[in-house]
């Protein structure tokens, strides 16, 4: 450094404010003061920080990563589930889930149980064999276009990527069935089981019939209000059928006939189809013999001559083959030709044909029968277009041809309240028998003798003399069915007629709930819909007899007894408390702890 700069430094150094120079005030804000001092306090954190505080800090930035969420016992040694098995094994519970149609929201064992099963069919080399898996798609599709339908629904974008989750998902479900069919049944299981599906009771019950109230429910009115929400709301889908207007058509016909194949205009559109060949007249007997050409039906106790088969040769209709394909065969080449025809009736007048029109609709249920030109076939005008010929002709058994074409399509609708009031009132007050008939069903349970110990709540159990008596005041037929199995048994069931239908309910109801019902229990009522309203008593019950048991029934009774012994063992075996005694699976995480 010069002379000259060190001495400048050294004045710097020594200068000090003149005497007279004024002092400047301090003008730092208040906000910046407490800011630096905030500043300094986080320095003197950061540097001097303990482990439980870092980890509550760190814990404000998001959660901590576990990756070990359990373990587990394999025969091969120890294993771990980590946070990537249980992320593997939650997605595919929500495949699965998602197949069944429904919504998976899978809680933590859950999970780890999938996962643990994950890792023993691992260990066990279980595989999804593509037969398998062709096997089970085979059942959901039947076409490319429906498969990838199908994939695709699920979020999938390449068939591949489907097949290989079903594929992992199956796998599981293998080694599950795999344990599964380690459970046996015992005889006496099978014997339990049996008794389960065949001990028997005996029952009787009583039916109050709304028709009984008909002349009470007919004095009946409803008001506006009670009317207007009867028609929006109360009406069954079959009172709705019947009240609804029938679908209905106009339409026109454009008609060929034995005899306008006669004609030169005719004759000149068929052009090369009036003389087919004989592969061709076979093609169309194959097309039509089961809608034109059957035998007529057989009287009661008929039989046909050996050899005659259902529908006529062609040998045997001869010259009325060659009628209908011509005939056919006119009109396909009139409906080539018809799109370019401004009128319909004039075409078919210069082509020897001949046109009709129906311009007031013809419902649905009346087409079939429709004078002259009636066929089934003319339902097919409800899923055409108006105005637009129908592709198809129409042909019947006499020798008559024709295009449709719909010109006006009513569909099926509900006509206004104020048009249909008094049919509206009907079904109402059909209602209302139900309902008198529910309410005297309740008043006669409600009047009978209760055990002294009974309380509000409790079922009402009486003997069947108590019951009879009971019924007999009422003036009340009673219905007694003496001792019969729970479930069906063919080979000693009484034959009960079709309209039985309350006995087989009966039994049903009584079947369903043997197990929480005591002996002498009144239920009801119970609306059994058009067969009454029904009280049911149980009258007794007694094990079924072990010396007559049909093989049919001995083969359900086992198969029942697996399905429960497997249901048990899923339950106790593959739950989580099941394979932590089984294969040692410990959480290692909380169930409040996901670790993502």
């Known amino acids: 450094m010069s002379k000259a700069s060190k001495q400048k430094a050294a004045a710097v150094r020594t200068a000090t404010p003149a005497d007279d120079a004024p002092i400047r005030p301090d003008k730092m804000s208040r906000g910046k003061r407490v800011a630096l001092i905030g500043v300094a306090i986080f320095c003197l954190l950061i540097f001097s920080v303990t482990g439980p505080m870092a980890d509550t800090i760190m814990g404000w930035f998001g959660p901590r990563t576990v990756d070990v969420y359990a373990t587990m016992e394999l025969p091969s040694g120890p294993a771990e589930i980590t946070m990537e098995d249980y992320r593997a094994a939650g997605s595919l519970l929500e495949f699965e889930a998602s197949l069944n149609g429904m919504r998976a ?54 068939a591949v990527d489907f097949e290989s989750t079903l594929a992992r998902a199956q796998r599981v479900r293998k080694m599950e069935q ?77 008609i060929a006939d034995e005899a306008a194949l006669a004609t030169p205009e005719l004759q000149a559109l068929l052009g090369i189809d009036a003389e087919p060949s004989e ?51 006119a009109l396909v080449q009139a409906g080539l030709s018809l799109p370019g025809a401004p009128d319909a009736a004039a075409f078919a007048a210069a082509n020897g044909l001949k046109f009709e029109t129906f311009a007031e609709p013809v419902k649905l249920s009346e087409l079939e029968n429709l004078p002259t030109y009636g066929s089934f076939q003319l339902r097919n005008l409800f899923s055409g277009e108006a105005g637009t ?163 049919n029934e001995l083969q359900r009774a086992r198969s029942d007894a697996q399905r429960l012994a497997e249901t048990n063992f899923r339950a106790e075996q593959l739950s989580f408390e099941g394979l932590a005694k089984s294969y040692g699976l410990t959480k290692i995480i909380a169930e409040n702890d996901d670790g993502l």
Do not use: C
């Open 105 to 158: 929201n899978p809680d933590l064992e859950e999970v780890l149980v999938y996962a643990a099963l994950t890792k023993l069919a691992d260990h066990f080399q279980v595989v999804t064999t593509k037969e398998e898996l062709a096997s089970m798609l085979s059942q959901a599709v039947r076409s490319r276009a429906e498969y990838e339908s199908l994939y695709r629904s699920f979020g999938f974008t390449r």
């Open 279 to 329: 592969a061709a007249l076979s093609g169309f007997y194959n097309r039509y013999s089961l809608s034109l050409y059957r035998r007529p039906a057989l009287e009661p106790g008929q039989t046909r001559p050996e050899g005659e088969g259902e529908v006529f040769s062609i040998a045997e209709l001869g010259p009325r083959l060659l009628r209908d394909y011509r005939l056919h065969a």
């Open 389 to 551: 010929w129908l592709q198809s002709p129409v042909l019947l058994a006499d020798g008559l041809a024709y295009l449709a074409r719909p010109t006006k399509i009513q569909e099926r609708e509900m006509p206004p309240l104020a048009e249909i009031r008094d049919a509206v009132i009907g079904h109402w007050r059909e209602k209302e028998q139900l309902r008198l008939a529910n309410e005297a069903a309740k008043a006669f349970v409600a009047a009978l003798p209760k055990q002294a110990e009974w309380v509000e709540g409790d079922p009402v159990t009486l003997t069947p003399e108590a019951f009879a008596q009971a019924l007999g005041a009422e003036r009340r037929a009673l219905s007694e069915i003496d001792w019969i199995a729970r479930t069906v048994r063919p080979a000693a069931d009484p034959l009960w007629g079709a309209e039985e239908t309350v006995k087989r309910r009966a039994r049903s109801i009584l079947s369903t709930r043997l197990k929480d019902l005591l002996d002498g229990q009144v239920l009801g009522p119970e609306d059994f819909g058009t067969d009454g309203i029904v009280v049911l008593h149980l009258a007794g019950r007694r094990p079924a007899d072990e010396t007559k048991i049909w093989p």
């Open 178 to 254: 795999l344990l599964t069919a380690a459970t046996v049944v015992s005889e006496a299981d099978v014997l339990k089981a049996w008794h389960g599906l065949y001990d028997e009771m005996r029952f009787s019950f009583a039916v109050w019939q709304p028709a009984e109230f008909a002349e009470a429910a007919a004095e009946l009115t409803p008001t506006d209000e009670e009317l207007q929400k009867f028609f929006d709301e109360g009406l069954t889908p079959a009172q709705r059928a019947l009240l609804e207007r029938e679908q209905a058509a106009a339409f026109d016909l454009l």
